[in-house]
């Protein structure tokens, strides 16, 4: 090799991914077609819109990256390489190249690009992890606010907190709140948060008692109030003030008030959407009125999707109407059978657990009774409720499991100690077959009656878990079954059956594997954690996964997630049934390019599980 085709084989081996292929005979050839260009500054390399089959190496000089609306995506400089994205798609380059310095460009061209993206692991490694960079960028491209209950409950304070302390009377109180014209008062003792006044309270509390304007404000007050947290959605502050009936929550952060949300807040954010409907079911009286209202939930579903609501915050809203139904079927329950004659919590499983659900959705539930159960004496009560709540559930648009997976199901239904003694037998002695089957248990959520019976079962999965590590091999060795839809050459493997010959299921091979794998990480860290974004954060925290993957692979769940989305809210407005088979000729390009990158994403993490965990036995 001539002293020029060595330099030039030098300066790429200095640099990734060609200096983890140095080795690879092929590059001696690959150097000998590679052409050199000089390009002063200000001058197009890619020009927009333009194609391109080069693989382009910076010697010397920087690049800057331009999107089609020339806004500034990055910039590159020294024995960086470009024009990568493009030869992946087939030429067609989303992205504008021009120098900023002059630059000195190695030209390589794409032959050699494919032919050693196919054959050397190492060098598509290095565009795998790009792919990963590429989907934050999307993501952030398509992110945006939205004016939705489902926005953090924070966004809704519209002052600081007003707030005086227990040490003043009624009438300070009262001044205080006509100066700055609030509706409630917060109450502090040496700077911590100890009560609230609300203009009800000096209402019926003082002036209807005819107490005397110095009396303390301690004796008026409610004490230790409900509180939200800042990052907490909005829906969930207006369950709070249905559950509890109070028309005002104070917010906190790092257990500092910052304000006060009141029902006039939300009313003007939101004239319509899913706390109305929420609201709504709690208004009804019998079972056509929930059916009616039922009816209503894909206008709510479209409406949080044509405001760009992301996925998190659709989960949670669609979440908190599937737990409504829940809650108010059973307190009618309670009206038609009589109070329960041992407390008992029924429990939500799978994507409800997870406040993941979407429009459609089947039921998944169980009940936990409380060890003083006597199936001779309660039994018939709770067979009774439970099959009118699921038979009304179903009504309501919740479809009964497939897999008999309900509290109707007298398997399903029983005391606290025989589910411990349930879990820890799958713990202990786990089957991978019954595990597929039963890795919905694995998330579960107290939504009605004595939440402490399904805290306490939580509690003793974690302990079990982590103490067994045999069953967290079966658990990943489940979490590769469902393979991401992805073939030869950036092309996607479709089902192949009937009606859905064209398409593939986004859920069963894209999102279903991600909570797959978050899952079994979650188990083994101990979070405490349901929902699979939440426990990402767990995951990270506990240094499970090498640094950006779990990042990664939130990004993942969120792009397939708001493609799935998206296709449902069309298939409702075509006057379809929504369903979760996509075909990609119907794709976007944007959906399609990101969709490859994200299913490499979980393939990748698949293979990490699968030797994360290989080989422990309990």
Not at 318 to 334: C, D, N, P, W, Y
Not at 340 to 345: A, E, S
Not at 446 to 469: C, P
Not at 546 to 570: F, S, T
């Given at each position: 090799?001539?002293?020029?085709?060595?330099e030039?084989?030098?300066?790429?081996?200095?640099?990734?991914?060609?200096?983890?292929?140095?080795?690879?005979?092929?590059?001696?050839?690959?150097v000998?077609?590679?052409?050199?260009?000089?390009?002063?500054?200000?001058?197009?390399?890619?020009?927009?819109?333009?194609?391109?089959?080069?693989l382009?190496?910076i010697?010397s000089?920087?690049i800057?990256?331009?999107?089609?609306?020339?806004?500034l995506?990055?910039?590159?400089?020294?024995g960086?390489?470009f024009?990568?994205?493009?030869?992946l798609?087939?030429?067609?380059?989303?992205?504008?190249?021009?120098?900023?310095?002059?630059?000195l460009?190695?030209?390589?061209?794409?032959?050699?690009f494919?032919?050693?993206?196919?054959?050397?692991?190492?060098?598509?490694?290095?565009?795998e992890?790009?792919?990963?960079?590429?989907?934050?960028?999307?993501?952030?491209s398509?992110?945006?606010?939205v004016?939705?209950?489902?926005?953090p409950?924070a966004?809704?304070?519209?002052r600081?907190?007003?707030?005086?302390?227990?040490r003043?009377?009624?009438?300070?109180?009262?001044q205080?709140?006509?100066e700055?014209?609030?509706s409630?008062?917060?109450i502090?003792?040496?700077?911590?948060?100890?009560?609230?006044?609300?203009?009800?309270?000096?209402?019926?509390?003082?002036?209807?008692q005819g107490?005397?304007?110095?009396?303390?404000?301690?004796?008026i007050m409610?004490?230790?109030p409900?509180?939200?947290?800042?990052?907490d959605y909005?829906?969930?502050?207006?369950?709070?003030?249905m559950?509890r009936?109070?028309?005002?929550?104070?917010?906190?952060?790092?257990?500092?008030?910052?304000?006060?949300?009141s029902t006039?807040?939300?009313?003007?954010?939101?004239?319509h959407?899913s706390?109305?409907?929420?609201?709504?079911?709690y208004k009804?009286?019998?079972?056509?009125?929930?059916?009616?209202?039922?009816?209503?939930?894909?206008h709510?579903f479209?409406?949080?999707?044509?405001a760009?609501?992301?996925?998190?915050?659709i989960?949670?809203?669609?979440s908190?109407?599937?737990?409504?139904?829940?809650?108010r079927?059973?307190?009618l329950?309670?009206?038609?059978?009589?109070?329960?004659?041992?407390?008992y919590?029924?429990i939500?499983?799978?994507?409800?657990?997870?406040?993941?659900q979407?429009i459609?959705?089947?039921?998944?539930?169980?009940?936990?009774?409380?060890?003083?159960y006597?199936?001779?004496?309660?039994g018939?009560?709770?067979?009774?409720?439970?099959?009118?709540?699921?038979?009304h559930?179903?009504d309501?648009?919740?479809?009964?499991?497939?897999?008999?997976?309900m509290?109707?199901?007298?398997?399903?239904?029983?005391?606290?100690?025989?589910?411990?003694e349930?879990?820890?037998?799958?713990?202990?002695?786990?089957k991978?077959?019954?595990?597929l089957?039963?890795?919905?248990?694995?998330?579960l959520?107290?939504?009605?009656?004595?939440?402490?019976?399904?805290?306490?079962?939580?509690?003793?999965?974690?302990r079990?878990?982590q103490?067994?590590?045999?069953f967290?091999?079966?658990?990943?060795?489940?979490a590769?079954?469902r393979?991401?839809p992805?073939?030869?050459?950036?092309?996607?493997?479709?089902?192949g059956?009937?009606?859905?010959?064209?398409?593939f299921?986004?859920?069963?091979r894209?999102?279903?594997?991600?909570?797959?794998i978050?899952?079994?990480?979650?188990?083994?860290?101990?979070?405490?954690k349901?929902?699979?974004?939440e426990?990402?954060?767990?995951?990270?925290a506990?240094?499970?996964?090498?640094?950006g993957?779990?990042?990664?692979l939130?990004?993942?769940?969120?792009?397939?997630?708001?493609?799935r989305i998206?296709?449902?809210?069309?298939?409702?407005?075509?006057?379809?049934e929504?369903?979760?088979?996509?075909?990609?000729?119907?794709l976007?390009?944007?959906?399609?390019?990101h969709?490859?990158?994200?299913?490499?994403?979980v393939?990748r993490?698949q293979?990490?599980?699968?030797?994360?965990y290989?080989?422990?036995?309990?």
């Amino acid at each position: 090799m001539d002293v020029e085709l060595t330099e030039i084989l030098e300066a790429l081996c200095q640099h990734a991914p060609f200096n983890e292929i140095a080795d690879d005979p092929q590059l001696n050839d690959m150097v000998k077609e590679i052409e050199i260009q000089y390009v002063r500054a200000g001058e197009w390399v890619i020009a927009p819109s333009a194609l391109n089959n080069t693989l382009f190496f910076i010697r010397s000089g920087a690049i800057e990256v331009l999107s089609k609306e020339n806004k500034l995506i990055r910039r590159m400089n020294e024995g960086e390489l470009f024009g990568y994205f493009s030869l992946l798609r087939g030429g067609k380059s989303s992205q504008a190249m021009r120098t900023i310095e002059d630059s000195l460009l190695y030209r390589i061209p794409a032959r050699w690009f494919i032919k050693l993206y196919e054959e050397n692991d190492n060098f598509s490694d290095f565009f795998e992890l790009a792919r990963e960079v590429r989907l934050r960028v999307a993501m952030d491209s398509q992110s945006s606010d939205v004016s939705l209950m489902t926005c953090p409950v924070a966004s809704l304070l519209r002052r600081p907190p007003i707030s005086t302390d227990i040490r003043s009377n009624i009438r300070i109180a009262a001044q205080i709140m006509a100066e700055h014209r609030v509706s409630s008062l917060l109450i502090t003792e040496n700077g911590e948060l100890i009560g609230i006044v609300t203009d009800r309270d000096l209402r019926t509390r003082a002036v209807a008692q005819g107490l005397a304007y110095d009396t303390p404000i301690a004796d008026i007050m409610t004490r230790d109030p409900i509180v939200m947290d800042s990052g907490d959605y909005a829906a969930e502050a207006v369950l709070k003030m249905m559950e509890r009936n109070v028309h005002h929550i104070p917010v906190v952060k790092n257990g500092r008030p910052i304000g006060v949300v009141s029902t006039g807040d939300i009313i003007q954010k939101e004239s319509h959407g899913s706390i109305y409907l929420i609201s709504d079911i709690y208004k009804q009286t019998n079972i056509e009125g929930l059916k009616s209202i039922s009816r209503k939930m894909t206008h709510t579903f479209t409406h949080l999707v044509v405001a760009d609501a992301n996925t998190k915050m659709i989960g949670n809203a669609m979440s908190h109407i599937g737990t409504a139904f829940v809650k108010r079927l059973l307190q009618l329950g309670e009206e038609k059978f009589g109070p329960p004659p041992v407390p008992y919590c029924f429990i939500a499983l799978g994507s409800q657990a997870r406040e993941e659900q979407t429009i459609k959705t089947d039921q998944d539930n169980a009940l936990i009774l409380s060890d003083k159960y006597d199936k001779q004496v309660h039994g018939d009560y709770f067979e009774a409720l439970t099959d009118w709540v699921c038979r009304h559930l179903d009504d309501c648009g919740y479809d009964l499991c497939s897999g008999d997976i309900m509290a109707s199901n007298p398997r399903w239904r029983q005391p606290l100690s025989v589910w411990k003694e349930n879990f820890s037998e799958w713990i202990q002695r786990p089957k991978a077959e019954a595990l597929l089957r039963l890795s919905i248990f694995f998330d579960l959520r107290g939504v009605y009656g004595d939440k402490t019976l399904a805290f306490q079962l939580n509690q003793h999965i974690r302990r079990e878990a982590q103490q067994h590590s045999g069953f967290l091999t079966f658990m990943a060795r489940n979490a590769n079954q469902r393979k991401p839809p992805l073939g030869f050459f950036r092309q996607f493997v479709l089902d192949g059956e009937g009606k859905q010959s064209r398409t593939f299921n986004l859920k069963e091979r894209g999102i279903a594997p991600i909570i797959d794998i978050v899952r079994v990480h979650a188990l083994a860290c101990g979070s405490d954690k349901l929902n699979t974004l939440e426990r990402i954060e767990d995951i990270e925290a506990a240094g499970l996964l090498p640094d950006g993957r779990a990042k990664d692979l939130a990004l993942a769940l969120e792009m397939i997630g708001m493609v799935r989305i998206r296709h449902q809210k069309e298939q409702i407005e075509a006057g379809e049934e929504p369903n979760n088979h996509v075909n990609p000729e119907n794709l976007s390009s944007f959906e399609k390019r990101h969709l490859r990158d994200a299913f490499h994403i979980v393939s990748r993490q698949q293979e990490f599980i699968k030797f994360r965990y290989a080989g422990k036995r309990s």
